[in-house]
């Protein structure tokens, strides 16, 4: 006779894995009961500081797991190195737009707000090591649901504009991500990427499913032509999280498809499934640019200016070779800092509800606030990519990776939207050190915020510290079991 | 986690060299309000302790290798790392030599300024950009130093930035440098393309496997670098606008050192222009336009500083022309001397700049030599040595390339170089009798001298007040110490390829080029005099126009009618102005705005203006592209999705 | 009598472009969140139709799995239609088009 057993599948090394993902879950409901406790007058600095703590403690927890890769939950979630570095990227991203949703938003809504960003933060953290289609999905969503919740919540006019249009592109792209995953689980008979390298049945299946999840993939790295939301919703959205949505949703999105691209394609054929990712990362490079060029809202610019850094950093990948890796997500931690900083500025130049995101309150900021304004130089130049930043650093080593790789088309596209960034960026530098014949708003900077004050001063420092000493970390390679 | 990358054991005295000013900018710029004054002294020394131990290595840097100082490996054909050989020995010698002088000079100059410190500050870090880019060993630090001494040179020129003119001269000066550092960045990356090596070492032993277009094509790129930083025709208008940075910024950059960087990259490159003598000629070329160019402006120039900035962008012509023609030690050599005349002329001007309260117009000048005599003296030595005097520094280097010139078988540039050396003895002289014979000037009215009113709203003259005034041996002890190098600095020469320049350089640039170009028409000793005979005629002419008695009795007027019927194209300076305010300024700064901007009235060049037309149509077409709406959006996801989708339909059935 | 595979992929692809078409198509908000519902569903009988195909469970969880996030994503889609739309008499998707350019 049978009995049925209860028997616990997994051992307490799988759930170790995904601790630091449930610090930062759980992290949102602390905040949120935390919301509820404090007097009203410290409650928004109780939240940020237990969410800022939340988020530290699972980034030290998330350093652990270095040197101990282990496939978790039968291969569902891998973790290692390349998981760890993209996670603690999300967090450090996560932490800086803490900092600056201080000096932002409504009392009254900070504690869901920030629950809400813990909880998207975890999703791009289950994605990191997400090595199973339903991994991924979970994690995708999980992370979407929260920013569109977190770009309706804000009374500003174009947020909730910025909300709907955001849920109803990205739920398309969602949808096409989700019948490609269809079509790969047909062709292969299983959900796991480690399944995916030797296909048994057709081809035609799972190429096509294969082109299908890229284009949910490209979708939410915004790269051309699936880039069309990322203005509006950047535009429309509280600044924190446009910051946020800046670097946490690209570097899951990146983690996601580095394990596709490096791990789960088969083997010969690979790169032909590739090709067309490349083809959309050198027309970000170009397009983003040039649409750069005519902006006049700091957060438009800076979401085309995304949309051009992304493609560079997917075309690091081209290729797929193990220096690419390496010199992609190097770029992505140089691209968080410098992008985060230039937001943080931003930040500093708003006051509740009316943000100083316009041209032109950048008017004469070099001589109202000479230290700002260089900083905001300093950013503007490493994402310009010209020295001495991180962004500069980072462009030679991914204009060598793609060199390397046999890509010289895509290498000199990169020097080609290279040199129109520079001129996109410089606007904002003439606006700042111009003489403006119309007096500039005046607007001063909040005095209060003194955290995102250390929010510039600490991307400053890294965006120059890692120009000099490129920390290209080593051990990345991403498995799939 | 392992960092990719390993710090190796460097020489000592190579990395003090180069650290040793940066260790001064941090010093002084965060004890600034503490120093004061004391900030000169301090940065002072740290540039001249560099040059002590550059000095002392002089030995070690010249033999064949030089001195090596790995630094940072990041991977294969990625090391970083410092070389001291002949070529870099000499411009850190110059730059911390003419550096430290002007360092110390500049203690004087801006004793009254409350921002000493940062100035300072900036000095030395543009120092160390300087350092940067002339010891790296490999294209990148090449890159990274260039990029730094434009940035440094943006906050020196934009040090009293309270005047609207010299932040526009500023920016001016970061946007045409930013656009020759695209350049650059191309011919690195196309460098590295073609060898998997970012060392010097490497890509000069592969240079010979490059294909022909391949050279020129990273010449080119080099060259439009060259070209941005070494104000050559046409991206050489920020150098008489940056004049407005303090006057001893004016000597140590915009004199010096940082303009003949692009001499340096050129003569740095030498194993590559050698493969292509397209673009030899190319670079000789720009450089005489540049020369010749220089020289008319100058002599349409009134401000003192702007005469020296038009002299400085001709000699760089002629230092551009004889490397360009393959003649490296000849210009290398005018390099050397230069340093010393220009910066010497230039911290005189700056005597007389602050003597006078800070007018620079040498119409209100005049009958100076008997108030400041020891000026005077500096400036006839700075004079005689860049016309070209017998016997004057300058003599020697200008002859060698003019005469190179023709050896190499360039018989026009050698007359244009010649031409030019009459036409620099011209305005040199005019500048001179200007300011310093006949009466005194200064409480004539501006409207008597034809002297335009300030625009409205333009800030008025930098004051200080200048109450208190610096000891006057500050100022001066620099420029007689630079005397000495203006009038012997070449002797070095004398004796021709036995000379211990020429030995001392030996075989580091390969062989120049085509010298059998050409049978000789003319013996060196006549070129020689060839060239002095026109120099004497262009003495004669400044001094028949304003040196004889009845020119400086009348001065007043003369100098009026010569104001009022200056002819607008050199007043105007060409117009090149107006033509790279098109081309590159005014695209930066209003790319994609309004496109009535740019069908402008003073657009000489249509090709240039289609091009930022394009470029900002497109920005307006992305613009418009974006109308708002869902649907839009959403068709143009399905679109890309569709063409995707048959991407991979085929791939799956072809397969 | 078992129902060929191929009947399930074709019905289900026709179901997924008419949710495409619908997306584009439509102004109305909600027929818009219905249109993306049937993208996922026509996903979700493919998935249960491959695994049926495969004879294993990871299609079922992953549907159920799917399920739950479009509940959700449909729950968040209509409280943001309702915000967007709290003044207005009718819903018209072309009138939110406040952020452009």
Known sequence: MNTPQLVIPYVSADYAALVPTFVVAVTALVVIVADLLTPKKMRRAANVAVGIIGLIAAGVLALQGWGHPIAAFGGAFVNGGFAIVFQEIVIVAAVFSLLMSYALGREDQSGGAIALMLWSASGAMLMAGAANLMTVFLGIELLSLALYCLCAMSSRPGARESALKYLILSSTASGFLLYGMALLFGATGSVALSAFANPPASSALFDIGAGMFLIGICFKLSLVPFHVWTPDVYEGAPLPVTAFMSVVTKAGTLAVLARFAYAALPSPHGAAIMLPVWIVAALSMIVGNVAALAQTDLKRLLAYSGIAQLGYIVASLAGTTAFGLRYAIFYLGAYTFMNLGAFAVVALLSRDRDEGSQLTSFNGLGYRQPILAGAMTFFLLSLAGLPPTAGFTGKILILASAVNAGFVWLAALLVVGTAISVYAYFKIVRAMYAQTTGAPIRRAVVPASALPWACVALCAVATLVLGFYPIVPSDVLPLVK | ?655 | ?101
């Not at chain 2, 102005?577 to 003073?602: C, E, F, K, Q, W």
Request: include cysteine; aromatic fraction near 12%.
């Open chain 2, 1 to 655: 986690m392992n960092l990719a990358f390993a710090m190796t054991a460097a020489s000592p005295a190579l990395l003090s060299i180069w650290l040793l000013p940066l260790v001064g900018a941090i010093v002084i710029w965060t004890l600034g309000p503490q120093l004061r004054r004391n900030a000169g002294y301090l940065g002072s020394a740290f540039v001249l302790v560099s040059f002590a131990l550059a000095l002392a290595n002089f030995g070690a840097a010249g033999n064949a290798t030089g001195l090596r100082a790995p630094l940072v490996t990041w991977g294969p054909g990625f090391a970083f790392g410092l070389q001291l050989d002949a070529l870099s020995l000499l411009w850190t010698l110059v730059i911390t030599g003419v550096g430290g002088l002007i360092h110390i000079y500049s203690i004087g100059y801006m004793w009254t300024d409350r921002a000493i410190a940062r100035f300072f500050a900036y000095l030395n870090f543009f120092v160390f950009s300087m350092l940067t880019l002339v010891l790296a060993d490999n294209v990148v630090g090449l890159l990274v130093g260039w990029g730094l001494v434009g940035l440094a040179s943006y906050f020196l020129i934009g040090f009293w930035f309270y005047k609207p003119t010299a932040v526009a001269a500023a920016r001016k000066a970061f946007v045409i440098n930013v656009f020759g550092d695209i350049g650059i960045m191309f011919a690195i990356f196309a460098c590295y393309a073609a060898t998997g090596s970012i060392a010097f070492s490497d890509i000069f032993a592969k240079a010979g496997t490059f294909s022909e277009p391949l050279v020129l094509a990273i010449c080119i790129g080099l060259f439009i670098g060259a070209m941005a930083k070494s104000a050559q025709v046409p991206l050489h208008t920020w150098l008489p606008d940056a004049m407005e940075g303090p006057t001893p910024v004016s000597a140590l950059i915009h004199a010096a050192t940082m303009v003949t960087a692009g001499v340096y990259l050129i003569a740095r490159f030498a194993p590559l222009w050698n493969l292509s003598p397209t673009a030899q000629e190319m670079v000789a070329v720009v450089g005489a336009i540049t020369m010749v160019t220089g020289a008319i402006l100058g002599m349409a120039q009134w401000d003192i500083k702007r005469i020296l900035a038009c002299s400085t962008m001709s000699q760089i012509g002629y230092m551009i022309m004889g490397v360009g023609v393959g003649a490296y030690q000849a210009g290398v050599l005018h390099f050397f001397t230069h340093a010393f005349f220009k910066a010497q002329l230039f911290l005189g001007a700056g005597l007389i700049i602050h003597a006078l309260g800070d007018e620079q117009d040498v119409r209100k000048m005049g009958g100076l030599y008997r108030k400041m005599p020891f000026t005077f003296a500096a400036m006839l030595t700075g004079t005689l040595a860049i016309i070209g005097f017998p016997f004057f520094s300058g003599f020697y280097s200008k002859d060698a390339i003019i005469y190179e010139a023709l050896e190499h078988g360039h018989p026009i540039l050698f007359f244009a170089g010649a031409l030019t050396a009459g036409i620099t003895a011209y305005y040199m002289f005019r500048m001179l009798f200007v300011t310093f014979f006949g009466s005194y000037r200064g409480d004539v009215p501006d409207a008597m001298l034809a002297i335009a009113p300030p625009v409205p709203g333009a800030y008025a003259a930098h004051d200080d007040g200048h109450v208190e005034h610096a000891p006057t041996w500050l100022m001066q002890a620099p420029v007689a110490v630079l005397m000495v190098p203006t009038v012997i600095a070449g002797y070095l020469t004398i004796g021709g390829e036995s000379s211990p320049w020429y030995r001392y350089f030996g075989t580091l640039f390969g062989h120049g080029g085509n010298v059998a170009g050409v049978p000789l028409a003319i013996p060196e000793w006549a070129s020689t005099i060839f060239v002095l005979v026109l120099v004497t005629l262009g003495i004669v002419v400044a001094y028949l126009r304003y040196g004889n008695p009845p020119a400086l009795i009348g001065a007043v007027d003369r100098l009026r009618g010569e104001a009022l019927k200056m002819p607008p194209v050199l007043a105007h300076a060409f117009y090149v102005d107006a033509l790279i305010a098109t081309a590159i300024v005014r695209p930066a700064n209003a790319l994609g705005g309004a496109i009535s901007r740019y069908v402008d009235p003073h657009v000489i060049d249509a090709g240039v203006r289609d091009v930022a037309w394009v470029a900002g149509m497109l920005g307006a077409l992305f613009r418009a592209l974006q109308t708002g709406l869902v649907r839009a959006y959403a068709l143009t996801i399905v679109v890309g999705a569709a063409c995707f989708i048959a991407y991979f339909a085929y791939l799956g059935t072809a397969r």
């Open chain 3, 1 to 101: 009598m078992p129902v060929d595979i191929a009947n399930y992929i074709s019905l289900s692809t026709v179901i997924f472009f008419i949710g495409v078409i619908g997306v584009v198509t439509r102004r109305n908000p909600l027929i818009v969140l219905m249109s993306i519902e049937l993208m996922f569903n026509a996903a979700n009988l493919a998935i249960v139709a491959f695994s049926k195909l495969w004879g294993n469970n990871a299609g079922h969880i992953f549907v159920f799995l799917v399920v739950t996030v479009a509940a959700a994503e449909a729950a968040i889609g209509l409280a943001i239609v309702v915000q967007v739309f709290r003044r207005a008499k009718h819903v018209d998707l072309d009138e939110v088009a406040g952020l452009r350019g």
